[in-house]
């Protein structure tokens, strides 16, 4: 049974980087992409960014292209997520998430089977 483990959020001034780290644990060939979610005050969970396991190929909502970035530390099996230049929209929990599913790594959240218990993100000067 593959878990996911968030860590890193906190307290981030508007304009600075924080970044968050999600451990995976558990038979890495059941999760064929590992990504990224958040949800706001009031909001529906949303995707932030997602990385395929066999391409390496990453994908980004329109909203944090060029400021948040997705990696992957292979020899500890930790999915990164690097937000720079934070804005106020992006507060909100955080969710690590993983999915089974073949092909494209989709952006509903339908579509993932595995769910770390998210990590908070405040943004506040």
């Known amino acids: 049974q593959v878990q996911l483990t968030e860590s890193g959020g906190g307290l981030v001034h508007p304009g600075a980087s924080l970044r968050l780290s999600c451990a995976v644990s558990?038979?890495?060939?059941?999760?064929?992409?590992t990504g990224w979610f958040r949800q706001g005050p009031g909001k529906e969970r949303e995707f932030v960014a997602v990385?395929?396991?066999?391409?390496?190929?990453?994908y980004y909502h329109d909203s944090v292209k060029g400021r948040f970035t997705i990696s992957k530390d292979y020899t500890t099996n930790t999915i990164y997520l690097q937000m720079n230049n934070v804005k106020p929209d992006d507060a909100g929990v955080y969710f690590c998430?993983?999915?089974?599913?073949?092909?494209?790594?989709?952006?509903?959240?339908?579509?993932?089977?595995?769910w770390g218990q998210g990590t908070q993100v405040t943004v506040s000067s």
């Open positions: 990385l395929a396991r066999g391409t390496g190929n990453t």
């Open positions: 558990g038979p890495s060939y059941e999760t064929t992409a």
């Open positions: 998430a993983g999915t089974k599913h073949w092909g494209i790594p989709g952006r509903d959240s339908r579509s993932y089977d595995y």
